[in-house]
């Protein structure tokens, strides 16, 4: 009763996060504090390569301890679909064989613009322009090991390969969700949800929004400042105990310094669309799904 019956697998910055607090909210279904402890990768691909994850297995059946009473019990780790024959060794190993997953796919372009922005915003190895970035961004993984698989803006998206896997292990414990419908229409997609999961449907707030993007710093050295762990972060936690007003001191600062992100490049995303092509047009045949506004 410690471990997960539920994963949110991924893809990374589709839709996930907020999946995760709408489902955090349902009375039948347990989410984890740590919504991405990436326990079943981590040793496989670097313990050093993601941030507040976890690689000792008591630490990560404590994420579970109080979900018992709970029918299920989830965590959405955005990476365990990129790397999909170890998440697949290792749920097969730990969890229950009719553990649940949920697959959330985004048109791979805007995915891998959106990941690029989130990296930058979040992590200082990040100071190249998107389009460079992408163009060394599978040769600086490998050479560094510390760096975080969300800078393989370009791998993430070839989908094709990592869903058919999924699929083939563990076929009707496998629900798919496409960002497009999931933002169109979040109260019909969380209906499927629960009909996928077989519990009573439930009215969340779907008005709150999270992980939201469309941003970006105008001061590398301020950025560096709200992301370092260094002692003026601890002094500040020190002198404003509370969380709710560390909150909004922190949304203050973020709105002041920062600006709307650019739009991508249309050669960039001619480029990229060239890319995909083909991997879009197998995930199609493999998920039965139209996804042609993808190839637009």
């Known amino acids: ?3 997960p019956n539920l994963l949110i697998v991924g893809a990374a910055k589709s839709g996930t ?8 909210q349902h009375p039948d279904i347990f989410m984890s504090s740590n919504k991405e402890p990436h326990f079943l990768i981590n040793k496989e ?32 780790s955005t990476m365990y679909l990129q790397f999909a024959d170890a998440s697949i060794k290792n749920i097969k190993k730990y969890l229950c064989s009719k553990t649940k997953i949920i697959i959330m796919l985004r048109n791979p372009i805007d995915r891998a613009f959106s990941g690029y922005h989130h990296v930058r915003r979040f992590n200082k190895i ?22 975080t698989p969300a800078s393989r803006y370009l791998n993430i998206g070839l989908y094709s390969k990592m869903v ?28 499927k949800v629960y009909n996928f999961l077989s519990v009573e449907d439930f009215e969340v707030n779907i008005k709150e929004r999270f992980m939201v993007g469309g941003w970006q710093w105008n001061n590398a050295i301020l950025k560096n400042i709200f992301l370092s762990k260094g002692i003026l972060k601890r002094f500040i936690k020190f002198v404003l105990a509370s969380s709710t007003l560390r909150g909004f001191i922190k949304n203050v600062f973020i709105n ?8 991508m490049q249309t050669s960039t995303r001619k480029n990229l669309l060239k890319f995909y092509h083909d991997d879009i047009i197998k995930l ?5 799904l139209d996804l042609k506004k993808w190839l637009k």
Do not use: W
């Open 1 to 3: 009763m410690n471990f």
């Open 17 to 24: 996060t907020s999946l995760f607090n709408y489902l955090s």
């Open 45 to 76: 691909i670097g313990s050093g390569r993601i941030p507040n994850g976890i690689n000792d297995l008591e630490k990560y059946t404590e994420l579970f301890k109080d979900g018992g009473s709970f029918k299920f019990r989830g965590e959405a």
């Open 126 to 147: 990040e100071n190249l322009s998107f389009e460079d970035a992408i163009d060394i961004c599978e040769e600086r993984y490998t050479k560094n090991l510390n760096i």
């Open 164 to 191: 058919s896997k999924y699929l083939n292990e563990f076929k009707e414990n496998v629900h798919i969700i496409i960002y497009d419908d999931f933002i169109l229409d979040t109260n019909s997609e969380l209906q």
């Open 256 to 263: 002041s310094q920062t600006s709307d992100t650019d739009a």
């Open 284 to 288: 199609s045949e493999i998920v039965s």
